[in-house]
């Protein structure tokens, strides 16, 4: 295979196996003499448990047991914890009821899990929970948003529903900023639910070792470290005793970050019976069991003087976390994504209040972006709401309220330092690509067909690849084979070849000689996973640094054996050579003489390896334009996506290829979350949408070819100068395609409507606007 450096569109080494079907996902591992775990599921949303009798399911043909809450607890088996119990503006810490593996007492939302069964096939299982018998005492249920001051309570413990109550910024310059007001934009909106669906369900195998103690843990997560560290905490384990490997994994998207009740479960079981035990979720029962994402209720109001110049911000949301706290649930609404409202604006004054609430809903968490695109698209709604209110156009404001590029670093009034970008090049770039000066002619176009269209804009930024730290390994074999453990898990992103790219950047070994090691806490003894799209920025930054490590050492004890000074050798092909003669010594030859003491400088410790750590300084900022062109059949309300333009910022490339890739990506799911997805519940808080029959997924049909190219400035905060890409194209997606939605339907008299905007709620909103419409003619 050929060997290809940073800054090439390689094609994905991963592919090859995927393709062919040889990929290895938790469901495919083979154990001998598993058990096959079912869950029973609560199908009530709120009810207490007046009894709950398992003795004709433990007679049950293939039975080996059934285990309940009550089993837990004589068991000592702890409850999930949440690792986000922030204080609020009072000063209190977040209300952090337990999470409890199996319920007890009482079922809080629909899915909730109150017995595990576990039998030799998975059909014995299912027919055996048929034969449990609960009776639930049903209770008035929180729904949602809407209800949560309706007099039903999740928590005794949280009057109102209130988890926490939250700010940041400062509210006095912001008060002072309105006073001076020559104008306001003010809006409401909802950031809607989201059932993440990722393409591989989620599933853990759990194997205990009678004889050692030693426990493992198979699971399909982003990051197997976390996972071991909090269920060995669950369950009591010495993590030193405690494996847990992440195989191949078909999509994370934030949900498979956290640890779940299954994971511990089937360890728990495992230990229990002798045997292995096996639990992989199916899609309906991953609608009622994976954290969703978003679920947020927005007020904002943005102060401008009389030239549409930016004052003051005031943001205050309300955001569903559901019936139990996910491990950064009560985070994502605050310190995750609140910091990025100030956008890319030079925004001097902005407040911030959050309300997390507890509802009898499945828990939230992170969803690509993790609280990123939540606030792109609050400010991105509002600056056009802005642009009306001003007067102005809608790219006009925006560059007139743009930090500039002279003025980088730039602290914004929320407290974060963008170290580089230039937003108005980007997006004088995304209008000219995709003709936002010809849009008039082409609206009278559609006009003459019928037709409604329209043109959007959005610029984003987000914070990522920070946070804490990551780490690497590197070693040469004697083979000549290059080793990677490193910490980070890839879940469709093409880790393995990008890692490739780097050591192939420096030792220019072909790709057939590199092997990276990912999701198994024994081939890598630290690890972060992947989230916060850090893969790069940080475990990208922490296997340069081993990379130069470990050529340091090479170059030094190639130059010991070659007797060569070290302006006299060269690096290239995967040996080293002096310079003008044909004089040489391979990476494996290295390898093998680092291995034997006898031929190493004196000291100098054996081995050709190293192990680094690298320690954000700081997060990226990636940003960028998305432009969306729309077309919409008022008679029908059916929105076709006729062009969507994108011009991104993250800073250094490693791999275009894949880098564009996950922008294709983000943008269809952002796309999704615009036009289609809705998450459902009705009063008795019952999942509605709970299958694909009902919860409507983006097709290949409604995302048109997206139009990337890039705009970029380097990061200064990483050795790679790269800034994450994985979530930017559901960042910036969702408000692009909405304002054009809007746009399109300006001419009907619409001013405002929320995601998704499916066929239904354009038609009403159409309807609904006529009388407004004709007034105005």
């Known amino acids: 295979m050929a060997k290809f450096g940073i800054g090439q569109g390689m094609k994905r080494l991963e592919d090859q196996r995927f393709l062919t079907g040889t990929g290895q996902y938790t469901d495919d591992l083979p154990f001998d003499g598993a058990l096959k775990a079912f869950v029973l599921r609560s199908p009530v949303a709120h009810a207490d448990i007046a009894s709950l009798d398992v003795s004709a399911a433990q007679r049950a043909p293939g039975v080996k ?9 004589a068991d000592g088996v702890k409850p999930l914890p949440c690792g986000a119990l922030l204080k609020g503006r009072d000063g209190k810490k977040a209300v952090g009821p337990d999470y409890p593996l199996l319920v007890t007492d009482r079922v ?17 299982a299912r027919d055996a929970a048929e034969l449990i018998d609960v009776e639930y005492v049903e209770l008035p249920a929180v729904p949602g948003l809407s209800a949560v001051d309706g007099g039903a309570t999740v928590w005794e413990a949280a009057p109102g ?5 939250w700010e940041t910024g400062d509210a006095a310059a912001v008060e002072a900023g309105f006073a001076k007001a020559a104008k306001v934009a003010e809006l409401q909106l909802v950031n809607n639910r989201i059932v993440v669906n990722s393409i591989e369900p989620r599933g ?18 982003q990051g197997p470290h976390g996972v071991r560290d909090v269920i060995a905490g669950v369950l009591d ?3 030193a005793k405690f494996r847990c490997v992440s195989p191949d ?3 994370g998207f934030g949900m498979k970050i956290f640890p779940y009740r299954e994971h511990a479960l089937v360890l728990w079981a495992a230990g229990k019976l002798g045997r292995p035990v096996k639990w992989i979720a199916e899609r309906g029962e991953s609608f009622v069991s994976d954290t969703q994402g978003r679920d947020h209720v927005s007020h904002a109001r943005l102060a401008l003087d009389a030239d549409g110049r930016f004052l003051a911000l005031s943001v205050d949301t309300k955001a569903d976390l559901g019936a139990y706290l996910s491990l950064y649930g009560p985070a994502i609404p605050t310190v995750a994504g609140s910091g990025m409202l100030a956008g890319l604006y030079a925004t001097p004054a902005i407040h911030v209040r959050v309300r997390n609430y507890f509802t009898n809903t499945l828990p939230v968490d992170a969803y690509r972006g993790a609280g990123r695109p939540e606030a792109a698209y609050l400010i991105e709604r509002l600056v056009d709401v802005a642009a009306k209110v001003a007067g102005l156009p809608r790219d006009e404001i925006r560059r007139r309220n743009f930090i500039p590029a002279s003025a980088m670093p730039f602290t914004t009034a929320l407290g974060e330092t963008y170290d580089s970008g230039d937003f108005a090049a980007h997006l004088d770039k995304a209008l000219e690509r995709a003709d936002w000066a010809g849009i008039d002619a082409r609206k009278a176009a559609s006009a003459k067909t019928g037709k409604l269209r329209g043109i959007g804009i959005s610029t984003y930024v987000e914070a990522c690849g920070g946070g804490g730290p990551e780490w690497s390994d590197i ?13 980070t898990r890839s879940t469709g992103q093409g880790h393995e070849t990008a890692y490739t790219q780097l050591v192939s950047e420096t030792f220019g070994v072909d790709n057939d000689k590199v092997r990276i090691v990912q999701g198994d806490t024994a081939a890598i003894e630290n690890g972060a996973g992947t989230d916060g799209s850090r893969s790069l920025p940080a475990g990208g930054s922490a296997l340069h640094m081993a990379i130069q490590s470990v050529s340091a050492k090479a170059r030094m004890l190639a130059g010991y054996l070659l007797e060569a000074a070290d302006a006299d050798l060269e690096l290239a092909d995967g040996k080293f050579t002096v310079v003008g003669t044909d004089r040489s010594i391979t990476l494996g030859e290295l390898a093998a003489a680092a291995s034997d003491p006898a031929q190493m400088p004196e000291g100098i410790e054996p081995g050709l390896e190293a192990k680094e750590m690298y320690k954000p300084a700081a997060s990226t900022y990636p940003n960028g334009t998305h432009v969306c062109e729309v077309e919409i059949d008022p008679d029908t309300g059916i929105v076709d996506l006729v062009q969507f333009t994108v011009v991104d910022d993250f800073g250094e490339v490693v791999n275009p290829l894949l880098l564009e890739g996950q922008v294709h990506g983000g943008v269809a799911q952002g796309v999704g979350q615009a036009l289609f997805e809705r998450t459902v519940y009705d009063e008795r808080a019952q999942l509605v949408t709970g299958s694909l029959m009902d919860y409507c997924l983006p097709r290949a049909d409604n995302v048109p070819p997206v139009d990337f190219s890039m705009s970029p400035t380097r990061c200064t905060t990483n050795p790679l100068g790269v800034k994450g890409c994985g979530e930017a194209g559901a960042i910036g997606a969702p408000p692009a395609v909405i304002n054009a939605v809007l746009d399109a339907l300006a001419p009907a008299g619409v001013t405002d409507i929320d995601m998704p905007a499916t066929p239904d709620s354009i038609w009403a909103a159409i309807q609904a606007a006529r009388p407004t419409a004709a007034a105005a003619e």
């Open 65 to 73: 047991a059934v285990l309940t809450g009550a089993d837990l607890a």
């Open 108 to 124: 809080r939302h629909v899915g909730d899990a109150v017995a595990l069964i576990v039998a030799e096939t998975l059909d014995q």
């Open 161 to 165: 529903n209130l988890c926490l109550d």
């Open 204 to 221: 853990a195998v759990g194997v205990v070792d009678a004889a050692t103690g030693d426990v493992t843990l198979y699971v399909s997560t």
């Open 237 to 239: 384990i010495d993590p």
């Open 249 to 251: 994994v078909g999509g």
């Open 475 to 487: 070693r040469i074999e004697p083979d000549g084979t290059i080793v990677v453990p490193i910490g």
